[in-house]
């Protein structure tokens, strides 16, 4: 059943995960050990663990359903995917070419701009790019990555299988 804030009424059993998963984790090391920000990843966590919140909610549907501002919604965000031991550089590179692959590109004179909601995405963006002695420029807005085109196409070419990446070098 669908509530009007447009997402699904949690389940019991959802609830039930919800809170063995607040438990397990409250208790551990001990009781009232965790400080305030802990405990606010902790639940915000748990809501995307338990499906309240979902990987392609935009950071402003999050913030309105939560009532905090979307910026606080993007540090959450980031910290809960660094703790993320799931996340290997397989993953990551997997989501960096969806990312890219759905972006809009807007070119600027000698720069490329696009968009990176994902707070994680757009900072292992401009650390990949850094370290290719490209930097970027995202002063304006956060979301928004703007890097020399021939940067972007180093980028690119590192995202690659060898053999692709290869294929793009002759071009």
């Given at each position: 059943?669908a509530?009007?804030?447009?997402?699904?009424?949690?389940?019991?059993?959802q609830?039930?995960?919800?809170a063995?998963?607040?438990?397990?984790r409250?208790?551990?090391?001990?009781?009232?050990s965790?400080?305030?920000?802990?405990?606010?990843?902790?639940?915000f966590?748990?809501?995307?663990e338990?499906?309240?919140?979902?990987?392609?909610?935009?950071?402003?549907?999050i913030?309105?359903?939560?009532?905090v501002?979307?910026?606080?919604?993007?540090?959450?965000t980031?910290?809960?995917?660094?703790?993320?031991?799931?996340?290997?550089?397989?993953?990551?590179?997997?989501?960096?070419?969806?990312?890219?692959?759905?972006?809009?590109?807007?070119?600027?004179g000698?720069?490329?701009?696009?968009?990176?909601?994902?707070?994680?995405?757009?900072?292992?963006?401009?650390?990949?790019?850094?370290?290719?002695?490209?930097?970027?420029?995202?002063?304006?807005?956060?979301?928004?990555?703007?890097?020399?085109?021939?940067?972007?196409?180093?980028?690119?070419?590192?995202?690659l299988?060898?053999d692709?990446?290869?294929?793009?070098?002759?071009?």
């Open positions: 059943m509530k009007d804030d447009g997402t699904q009424a949690l389940t019991d059993a609830y039930a995960r919800f063995r998963g607040f438990l397990d409250y208790l551990t090391p001990a009781f009232g965790l400080t305030k920000s802990e405990l606010d990843l902790l639940v966590s748990l809501l995307h338990v499906g309240y919140l979902r990987p392609t909610d935009s950071q402003y549907d913030a309105r359903r939560l009532r501002t979307p910026t606080r919604v993007r540090s959450l980031m910290q809960m995917e660094l703790r993320d031991t799931s996340q290997t550089e397989d993953s990551l590179v997997t989501r960096i070419v969806e990312c890219l692959s759905t972006a809009r590109f807007v070119k600027d000698a720069l490329i701009s696009f968009g990176v909601e994902d707070p994680l995405l757009s900072a292992d963006l401009a650390a990949r790019l850094k370290a290719l002695g490209a930097t970027t420029d995202s002063s304006f807005n956060r979301e928004i990555i703007k890097v020399p085109r021939n940067a972007f196409a180093d980028l690119v070419s590192t995202l299988p060898p692709a990446a290869r294929w793009c070098a002759r071009l």
